[in-house]
């Protein structure tokens, strides 16, 4: 167990230091999603704030599992809570949540940080970047990505998912 | 569904990412249930997606200083709100957002938001007493959830108001550089440059807001355009000119019809660098 799963079972005790630790520990990485997402500093304090009451106020959400990626999925999904609400766009241009609790090669995330991802991320070819990160921090689906990329719908599928195998080979490269 | 197909293999790494519509990422779920060939991509997949989160983790430089402290500040207070035990009936109209050794400050609120979260957590301090059981931990998280939909039905109501939305969605496009300023953010998007700032007071009679810029090279500031904020505080201002000639950019308040030089002390200056 990682040390912010054994302070989220102090926060299931109601422990407000241990709380205080792990928004500590989080919170650059939950508002930078959020401002990333959201594109607005205030916005994305709203949301900062929002994501820590829910992990204060409901720390049983958190099944276990790498607590890092847990609270990225929950913030992401509140950011496209709010992308949603904001747009006048149908249901089917709204892309699903990605559920928070699924599976994860724990012993490669728990590895990472932003400086190894950002590298990595950048040894992608644009065509790869692009979707990829229009797809997760834009908040919009591959057909959306296809209209503003102006590239075929199945030409986005497949370099989305070369960009991620490409990705995942450079991640488990920079810890070898 | 159940045979498997090779071309599911970008549907699944679409999903792994979460750009697939609701209606696709139903189908594809449904089908991963019975296809190991899928489910074992989607693992593979699925860490490369999570780890793109953490390239968005803020540094010192874009969260830092007073706005670092005043974010904490606000968390900690209403985590400490949602532990304490009642207010006083006497002080129910408070924020119930306490000081606790240094000053903290609760940004003076225009948003409906904010005041539908005050209103909601005041109530419920009025009759609750402590959060120790169960059911009250229930009850937390139905006005969590409440609170939620409140700021979402907020957030719409500012948005449909203020904000040209394909605008600011192409300007956040990966690409833009992102400045925090006082009440908002300066975006340099392309050749573009753009003011997004939120709980702007309102001005009095004759006043407006004005953007300046500072050309590179030069040592005064040029006049740029003038905006007032909605009646929600917010302002959209994209600035005339081509962003690779700014050095800064600053907003001040003016006279209406604005002025050719500074006449207040600007609400900010941003080095775009
Ligand atoms: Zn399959």
Redesign the pocket.
Known sequence: MDDASLLMGRVRERDAAAFEAVYDAFYRLVYGIAVRMLGDTMAAEDLTQAVFLKVWSSPGAFAGGNFGAWIARVTRNRALDVLRSRSSRAEGEIPADVPADGELDEAVFAQLDGQRVRSALAHLPDEQRLPIELGFFGGITHEEIAKRTATPLGTVKTRIRAGLKKLRFELEGSLA | MNG?DDA?LDSVAVLALGALPENEARDLRT?MLD?E??RNEYAELRVAADALALAAEATPQELGGAQCARLKARVMDAVETDRGPAAAPSDSRVVPMRSRGTARVWLPYAAIAASLIIATFTGYSAYTTHAENDANRQQIALLQARVDAQERAAENARAELALNQSRLADLIAPGSTQFAVQNGVVVRSGDRVLIALRRLPTLPKGKVYQAWTLRRGAKAVTPSVTFVPDATGLALVELPGSAATFAAVAVSVEPEGGSKAPTSKPNFVRPLS
């Open positions: 498997h599911w089908h296809c060939i899928c």
